[in-house]
């Protein structure tokens, strides 16, 4: 059974709330950005997105598909010898934002660990937090959930140790019969 947290790491607790709740939303959100560029790219449309170069401002450019590459060939270790090469010049947004979430995921895990080693969840949980910057959906459900269970242990606790300080406060004002 996790020990509970101290009330001492209360405030670290409530930093750390709002660290992992604003990198749960932005990595769901750059979660849900690769999917739909995955799916362009790796749909019958073929498409990646650029930004400047011949195309103009924002612009799609067709991916160039060599022989081999049936839809199932992405569930394939080594894609079957699936070649894919793009067609667009300028920055490649798609691939973009493929790097971005990448490097935001390992801060979205730094915020997952942070609030977890301080509210002294087991390690279950860490999988489970850790899991919604890869599963589609699961950060915005589990910021939700997290901040709610959070808050309210927070709350919980801080109502208990105040009903604590009042009891002490009021026994220690009685005066004493001999």
């Known amino acids: ?94 691939l973009s934002i493929l790097v971005a979430h990448g490097w935001f995921y390992v801060v979205y895990l730094f915020a997952c660990f942070r609030i977890w080693s301080l509210m002294r969840w087991h390690f279950g949980r860490f999988i489970l937090l850790a899991l ?9 459900i589990m910021e939700a959930r997290v901040a709610r269970q959070v808050k309210g242990y927070l709350a919980e606790r801080e109502a208990e140790t105040h009903r604590l300080a009042e009891h002490s406060s009021l026994t220690t004002q009685l005066p004493t019969q001999n």
């Open 132 to 140: 919604g910057g890869i599963v589609p959906f699961l950060s915005f």
């Open 1 to 94: 059974m996790p020990r509970a947290p101290k009330p001492s790491s209360f405030p670290a607790i409530k930093g750390a709330l709002t660290f992992y709740q604003v990198a749960s939303i932005i990595t769901g959100v750059m979660l849900l950005m690769l999917l739909a560029e995955m799916i362009l790219k790796y749909s019958p449309l073929h498409v990646e997105l650029f930004a400047g170069g011949s195309g103009g401002f924002l612009w799609f450019a067709p991916v160039i598909v060599g022989p081999g590459c049936e839809w199932y060939s992405l569930f394939v270790p080594g894609g079957m010898g699936c070649e894919l090469e793009s067609a667009g010049d300028g920055v490649n947004l798609s």
